[in-house]
């Protein structure tokens, strides 16, 4: 159920300048960039998932390149896209969490969500892929579902010509007729809650995403552009549309326990409460891929996927009950930073699978690498293809509504995870990929071989848009030096 005039569409028309047919004898290749927000690898069939959740992608994957082991560089929507947008560490490029109360922005300061925790926005000193692309003359739109960390606030919005983060959490958009639905007793009103959350919500469907997309590239589509897309379904709440709660069993039911309290110890779940999540999640997934395919179909159609780079990635996972903890923005498990990432270039054929481990710092600078854009704007990513990139994959998770940071530094098989409020944890991915057994005692050489790597990003060159999280890291570098690690 969608209002007749959903938020997104009249900012799209007030951002549709009259376009200038491209100058190039030999046309740029084009770029599309679909992120699908909260989408873990491992519910994708391409990446071993027994669930139908991705037919579409997972065909697209066949005559593409799948690379299986992708560190996301946090755990939550901010620091993850930018950067996806920079090629920069969340460290480097400063869009975190600091713990400072009277630092930064919050969702709640915004009127976008009760989220109270104080985030840096992107620097206007960082450049992104967008303006890069923007000064190579390309026509650069996005749309983003996830009006939340992707309002244009958090400065995300540099180098787009066209950048929609409309948002609806506003009873104002709730049509008359839903106003009775609000008023129904339990367990009536669960079945139009979707109905509720389509008029009245701070995102946007993938069906709206497409129809701003499309209107946005109906003049494009034989110039050279760079479209990003953010597609929410995958996040919470998981409400699926009727025609997909059914495709899984409990995919309709709903969770009474409220899962904040099960994640600070106040509440426990049951297998069946974890399962609907699971459910729900997966039919939302299902939905979005249908969406995807809608989109493709169209742009196939146009002709304009004939010189376009694609890449599909997520920003982060999502917990349903792996160590104890529902949701992201938790912790930097497997379950939240592991993701899909997938590229197509223009003629590929023939599908690649890379088991090499890569990060999503990798992105920006290999799209450069593909699209044939030379930069000089520094970048702390390699070649997603090729490596290069001279760090460890490093992922941070920084004081979010909490009083301590977290790193994670990979080699090889191995992970060492480092809380500033507690000891190192080791784990061997291959053998362990659930993360269950902490190896740090019996392996007290992989933990100082993998300190060392932490070391190196420690202590990299290059660009730094925040000085705040230094405080974090002697937090850390002093648990360390009182667990017997020396001054590292």
């Given amino acids: 159920v969608l209002v007749t005039d959903f938020p997104g569409r009249a900012m799209l028309a007030d951002q549709m300048p009259a376009s200038s047919a491209s100058s190039s004898a030999t046309p740029a290749p084009n770029l599309l960039f679909i992120v699908m927000d909260t989408m873990r690898a491992d519910h994708m069939g391409t990446y071993g998932y027994d669930r139908p959740t991705t037919p579409f992608l997972d065909g697209f994957a066949k005559n593409a390149t799948v690379f299986e082991r992708v560190v996301a560089s946090s755990s939550y929507t901010l620091?993850?896209?930018?950067?996806?947008?920079?090629?920069?560490?969340?460290e480097s490029h400063g869009a975190i969490a600091i713990g400072d109360r009277d630092a930064g922005i919050s969702l709640d300061e915004l009127n976008l969500q009760a989220d109270w925790a104080k985030v840096h926005p992107l620097s206007d000193e960082a450049t992104t892929l967008a303006e890069i692309l923007q000064g190579r003359g390309y026509q650069t739109g996005a749309m983003c579902a996830n009006s939340a960390y992707l309002a244009r606030a958090f400065n995300l919005d540099q180098g787009f010509d066209a950048y929609v983060d409309a948002t609806g959490s506003n009873s104002d958009w709730?049509?008359?007729?839903?106003?009775?639905?609000?008023?129904?007793?339990?367990?009536?009103?669960?079945?139009?809650?979707?109905m509720l959350n389509s008029s009245e919500r701070y995102y946007l469907l993938a069906s709206e995403i497409n129809e701003l997309a499309l209107t946005w590239l109906d003049d494009k589509h034989d110039k050279p552009f760079f479209l990003f897309l953010n597609y929410m379904e995958p996040h919470s709440p998981f409400l699926p549309l009727p025609g997909y709660r059914d495709l899984f069993p409990l995919a309709y039911a709903r969770t009474f326990t409220a899962?904040?309290?099960?994640?600070?110890?106040?509440?426990?779940?049951?297998?069946?409460?974890?399962?609907k999540n699971i459910d729900a999640y997966d039919a939302e997934i299902r939905s979005m891929d249908d969406k995807i395919a809608e989109l493709f179909a169209q742009l196939e159609a146009w002709g304009a996927l004939e010189n376009t780079v694609v890449?599909?990635?997520s920003d982060h996972g999502e917990a349903f009950g792996e160590h104890g903890k529902f949701g992201h923005a938790i912790s930097l498990y497997e379950e939240e930073v592991h993701v899909p990432l997938i590229v197509r270039v223009p003629d590929q054929v023939a599908g690649e699978r890379v088991a090499r481990r890569v990060h999503t710092v990798d992105v920006v600078p290999t799209l450069l690498r593909l699209m044939g854009v030379e930069s000089?704007?520094?970048?702390?990513?390699?070649?997603?293809?090729?490596?290069?990139?001279?760090?460890?994959?490093?992922?941070y998770f920084g004081p979010y509504e909490r009083d301590y940071s977290e790193h994670s530094v990979y080699d090889g098989p191995?992970?060492?995870?480092?809380?500033?409020?507690?000891?190192?944890q080791l784990y061997d991915l291959t053998d362990d990929p659930g993360e269950l057994k902490d190896l740090a005692d019996d392996r007290p050489d992989d933990v100082a071989r993998l300190l060392a790597l932490f070391d190196e990003y420690r202590n990299r060159p290059g660009p730094r848009f925040s000085v705040e999280h230094a405080e974090t890291d002697a937090e850390?570098?002093?648990?360390?030096?009182?667990?017997?690690y020396g001054d590292r």
Avoid: C
């Fill in 414 to 424: 191995l992970k060492l995870i480092l809380r500033s409020d507690a000891p190192p």
């Fill in 174 to 194: 709730r049509p008359l007729g839903l106003s009775v639905i609000s008023r129904l007793p339990l367990p009536a009103y669960w079945r139009f809650e979707r």
């Fill in 259 to 275: 899962l904040g309290d099960v994640n600070n110890g106040t509440a426990t779940i049951t297998d069946e409460e974890i399962q």
């Fill in 79 to 90: 620091p993850t896209h930018a950067t996806l947008f920079t090629g920069l560490f969340s």
């Fill in 311 to 313: 890449v599909v990635v």
């Fill in 476 to 484: 850390t570098q002093e648990r360390l030096r009182s667990l017997g």
């Fill in 376 to 395: 000089t704007v520094p970048m702390e990513g390699g070649d997603l293809f090729n490596d290069g990139r001279t760090l460890p994959p490093v992922a």
